[in-house]
T-cell receptor, first 112, second 114 residues
Framework: DAKTTQPNSMESNEEEPVHLPCNHSTISGTDYIHWYRQLPSQGPEYVIHGLTSNVNNRMASLAIAEDRKSSTLILHRATLRDAAVYYCILLSGIQGAQKLVFGQGTRLTINP | DTGVSQDPRHKITKRGQNVTFRCDPISEHNRLYWYRQTLGQGPEFLTYFQNEAQLEKSRLLSDRFSAERPKGSFSTLEIQRTEQGDSAMYLC????????????FGQGTRLTVV
């Protein structure tokens, strides 16, 4: 399983942007980059995913490096409800080899 | 559809007893996953199904663990002869097959073995 590396924890202030980095130097050409987050006492929830191009949705943006060996999840204006553990996961594009393998993730703390 | 539901939400059992958990996925989803999560750790993959076929099992899944998805809809995870080390949150997720499909997780079943 391709591995990702994330900082254990990050801290930011409410209403400021947050950039959560992820390194995935062993990514293969068929791997998609997925981000999930887990709020306290809840199951993980999908945030965003991408392959090569930057992606935006209502929750966040995903910036993918040109060589695809790293990516950054961007929360444009953090709120207290964004405090969670954020997981960066590589999901194989090969049928029959697709499962989400979670690492330790980054625990994001938002200060009021 | 209200999403992925898991039952029960909490289970306390004595060591050595068998327990069974149920997961009802989102109705049109053909993929179903089971994970285990202990405090402070990320979810650990246990197994997953596409329709009724169990496609992969983690080495973490000892022979005391068995999962089924008999008609390709709901799934059960059974743990036989529970041990204290089995205490964890057991999470179920479902998705549509394909790398673009986001997975939806249930709230989990918290197992405590005393």
């Amino acid at each position: 399983d391709a591995k990702t590396t994330q900082p254990n924890s990050m801290e930011s202030n409410e209403e400021e942007p947050v950039h959560l980095p992820c390194n995935h130097s062993t990514i293969s050409g068929t791997d998609y980059i997925h981000w999930y987050r887990q709020l306290p006492s809840q199951g993980p929830e999908y945030v965003i995913h991408g392959l090569t191009s930057n992606v935006n949705n209502r929750m966040a943006s995903l910036a993918i490096a040109e060589d695809r060996k790293s990516s950054t999840l961007i929360l444009h204006r953090a709120t207290l409800r964004d405090a969670a553990v954020y997981y960066c996961i590589l999901l194989s594009g090969i049928q029959g080899a697709q499962k989400l393998v979670f690492g330790q993730g980054t625990r994001l703390t938002i200060n009021p | 559809d209200t999403g992925v539901s898991q039952d029960p939400r909490h289970k306390i059992t004595k060591r050595g007893q068998n327990v069974t958990f149920r997961c009802d996925p989102i109705s049109e989803h053909n993929r179903l996953y089971w994970y285990r999560q202990t405090l402070g750790q990320g979810p650990e993959f246990l197994t997953y199904f596409q329709n009724e076929a169990q496609l992969e099992k983690s080495r973490l899944l000892s022979d005391r663990f068995s999962a089924e998805r008999p008609k390709g809809s709901f799934s059960t995870l059974e743990i036989q002869r529970t041990e204290q080390g089995d205490s964890a949150m057991y999470l179920c997720a479902s998705s549509l097959a394909g790398s673009k499909g986001e997975a939806f997780f249930g709230q989990g079943t918290r197992l405590t073995v005393v």
